[in-house]
């Protein structure tokens, strides 16, 4: 985080707003890294048939296939369609699937110990994993070939990835040893008269691109583990013919291969047999030689990618079930602490707070709607003053307020200088000693401010977080956010109140004690998100700050996603702020500790840390899809939505909202969720990069309206204006200087008749 710099006064300036660019550039190279390692680590690991090696195959046709290669030699020249046998006496040794940490040095072991040498079909990706024993099957003197990358079936493959197999197989090998070879044993092959048709096709192309196919003669069907002695008779020759012997060195348990070599090398040798490698066993010149230097560098380099993208899968798994296993335990948690703040509110605070209330109201070119936000405040069931801080608007705004002559409405005006410098304004204005601080966009409930300083009763309380509600939910972004503030913020914020943590208390709806704001030095301009900020100053002052969820206000959330995007990215990026600002904490005691080994681990884990992990999320869940089970994916993202959506129930429940929205939660998963990792990974680069966000506004799209009367509703005239409707009913005349309204409920009829909050036309705000 930056250190904060002395801004000038005003609401538009800033020393610094550098256009960051190079984060998206790292973002977007990192997320293509990423992809690109699991793709590999992908194909490698999972785009392979593991049936083993001589298992029972469908049958198909081999008419293509010539007869001297059915009749001919296990050694196959495919591009010359000729062939050769092994000499009389004389056993190739061969063993297919490895280099296997566990049994490959067991058997160099073996053959060691009887001089044996013999000729190891190595698959790719086994190499690369375990180049250390590649390297020791050549330093022994045994022969090493190729046996695919990733043990695919090369005749059901297509040319191309036939070629790539050979060429990124070789490449592992040059890598690892230093050396090329040409022999080949392809996966699932046995006997030449077993080819078929497209055995033949994978055998020509091989042969093409130089290799030399090496099929088998006699199976020890160790792949079966059939029992040493089963696999000693097997790998016994009938005569005296030279054969080309088929084991295993890794592709499961192989214990009894182990154990029957220690048998079968030594009855062979006595019974006259000869065992050699393979191109010694058909007299051909050594094939395997020395590799290029670019074939040994890019070898290295494959080797290194694989490494590296095992490694970054192994870290990235224990990540995720980290994550996943800490966001189930927050719902739980969560859960457990919005059921107690339930039973914790059914007590009464103490006496009803009666004290009248100062109301400051910060505007600036709020002109849409001021009148509004003013006449449900003035209608208040609680002895109320208004206090409208003008800051320096362009459209009239306290000329409006003015003109009205509402009875406890005072106007301040004073030049721009931003919302903290207006609400210290309003502070340093205000009569009472309970203050509440609303935006000029926002529409209060009747009974809120009543409601909002009940909590006032215990002296420990310095300030107290209202109920914000989204009253434009038509549409998925509507809806989105309005599942937002029901579940995500008020939830939370329970979660906080029970644990004496609270971060914010939201510049729409919040109530101080004057006292406490004094004693903090007012309303601080040093970070963007000025309401966290005061919120985390008076926790670590000592002040209890608590959450009443009766205190409800009805806000106009961004209707587009760039406007949003501009809302939550100054959110975030203030709330990193306010945080670094009071990291401090951390070490304090009492309430200041709670803040900071409480609230502020929590908003560092949940949202900063998993958000920044939330893309990895994604490109691992399109990685299990493609390359894993789908139903096992599909299963637990299920069981993740599930979750949410029986939180999403249960907080609805508790603030009385219908759940139809709910539905569209899936949804979310694929947009809104998106966006908002982005705000924070778009914020941290922002504070590590040491610039400064600008002030911006946002745009209102006049979703608040004035609610009607049940008269009108039967009637179906045009709808009047909030104003008209409350010039119809004027308030009560106010009582030394402060206004107590009508306790009665004018906004009954509009919930039954739209199920929302009342409504006012288009404005700007803070933002």
């Not at 600036?364 to 209608?379: F, H, M």
């Not at 949804?667 to 680069?685: E, G």
Request: charged share 20%; aromatic share 8%.
């Amino acid at each position: 985080m930056s250190k904060n710099r002395r801004r000038p006064r005003g609401r538009h300036t800033t020393v610094r707003n550098v256009p960051l660019r190079t984060h998206w550039l790292l973002l977007t190279t990192f997320v293509v890294t990423l992809s690109a390692a699991l793709l590999l680590q992908g194909y490698t690991q999972h785009m392979f048939d593991t049936t083993p090696d001589g298992a029972p195959r469908t049958a198909t046709s081999a008419a293509a296939v010539p007869a001297q290669i059915t009749s001919g030699g296990p050694v196959i020249e495919g591009s010359a369609a000729r062939t050769a046998k092994p000499a009389a006496r004389t056993i190739a040794l061969t063993f297919d699937d490895g280099p296997d940490p566990v049994w490959t040095p067991k058997i160099l072991d073996i053959l060691r110990r009887n001089d044996v040498h013999a000729t190891f079909f190595t698959v790719g990706t086994q190499v690369a994993a375990h180049p250390d024993l590649a390297r020791r099957i050549v330093a022994d003197g045994h022969q090493i070939g190729l046996h695919s990358f990733t043990h695919t079936n090369l005749g059901a493959a297509s040319a191309w990835r036939r070629s790539l197999e050979l060429r990124e197989s070789q490449l592992a090998i040059a890598g690892a040893t230093g050396v090329t070879t040409p022999l080949l044993r392809p996966p699932y092959s046995s006997t030449s008269e077993a080819l078929t048709n497209d055995d033949w096709s994978a055998v020509v192309q091989a042969g093409q691109e130089g290799y030399l196919t090496i099929l088998t003669t006699q199976d020890s069907e160790d792949w079966r583990r059939p029992g040493v002695d089963r696999i000693v008779a097997n790998a016994t020759p009938n005569g005296t013919d030279g054969q080309i012997l088929l084991m295993h060195d890794a592709g499961g348990d192989r214990s009894q291969t182990v154990a029957a070599l220690e048998q079968l090398i030594p009855e062979l040798k006595s019974a006259g047999f000869r065992f050699t490698t393979v191109s010694d066993s058909v007299a051909l010149p050594s094939p395997v030689q020395s590799a290029t230097a670019a074939d040994h560098w890019q070898g290295l380099a494959l080797i290194t990618a694989l490494r590296t993208s095992d490694w970054v899968l192994t870290v990235l798994s224990w990540l995720l079930w980290a994550a996943g296993a800490i966001s189930v335990l927050r719902a739980v948690a969560v859960l457990v602490a919005a059921r107690r703040h339930v039973r914790m509110r059914r007590k009464p605070w103490g006496r009803p707070v009666t004290e009248p209330v100062s109301i400051i109201v910060p505007a600036y070119n709020e002109s849409a709607g001021i009148e509004a936000a003013v006449r449900s405040l003035l209608a208040s069931d609680h002895p109320v003053e208004i206090i409208v801080v003008d800051d320096g608007s362009t459209d009239g705004t306290a000329d409006i307020v003015e003109a009205l002559h509402l009875p406890g409405v005072r106007v301040i005006r004073q030049q721009n200088a931003g919302k903290p410098a207006a609400l210290n304004t309003g502070i340093a204005a205000a009569s009472c000693n309970l203050l509440v601080m609303v935006d000029g966009d926002t529409v209060f409930e009747p009974d809120a401010v009543r409601m909002i300083v009940q909590p006032f009763a215990n002296r420990r309380v310095g300030a107290v977080s209202g109920n914000a509600k989204v009253v434009n939910r038509g549409g998925l972004l509507g809806r989105w956010q309005h599942i937002e503030y029901v579940v995500g913020f008020n939830l939370d914020r329970r979660l906080f109140d029970l644990a004496e943590c609270m971060p914010t208390v939201p510049g729409a709806v919040g109530a101080f004690r004057r006292e406490a704001l004094l004693r903090i030095g007012g309303v601080s301009d040093t970070t963007l998100a000025e309401d966290t900020d005061l919120t985390m100053a008076l926790c670590r002052d000592g002040w209890r700050v608590v959450y009443e969820e009766r205190a409800k206000a009805w806000t106009e959330a961004p209707a587009s996603l760039g406007a949003l995007w501009k809302q939550r990215y100054r959110w975030c990026y203030g709330t990193l702020q306010a945080m670094w600002k009071h990291r401090g904490a951390l070490v304090q005691r009492g309430q200041a500790g709670k803040l900071g080994r409480r609230g502020l681990l929590y908003l560092l884990m949940f949202q900063v840390l998993l958000p920044l992990l939330a893309p990895v999320v994604d490109v691992i869940a399109v990685y299990g899809l493609i390359f894993l089970d789908p139903v096992h994916i599909v299963g637990l993202w299920c069981a993740f939505l599930l979750i949410q959506v029986l939180m999403g129930a249960y907080a609805f429940r508790l603030d009385k909202e219908k759940a139809g929205p709910l539905w569209s939660l899936p949804l979310q998963q694929f947009v809104y969720r998106q966006l908002m990792y982005l705000v924070v990974i778009q914020s941290v680069f922002t504070a590590i990069a040491g610039s400064r966000l600008r002030w911006q506004r946002m745009e209102r799209y006049g979703s608040l309206q004035v609610p009607v009367t049940a008269a009108e509703q039967s009637a179906s005239p045009p709808l009047r204006s909030w104003t008209e409707e409350l010039d119809a009913a004027p308030p009560t005349a106010p009582s030394a200087g402060f206004h107590h309204g009508p306790v009665e409920e004018p906004w009954q009829p509009y919930r039954q008749q739209t199920g929302s909050a009342p409504e006012h036309g288009p404005y700007t705000e803070y933002s």
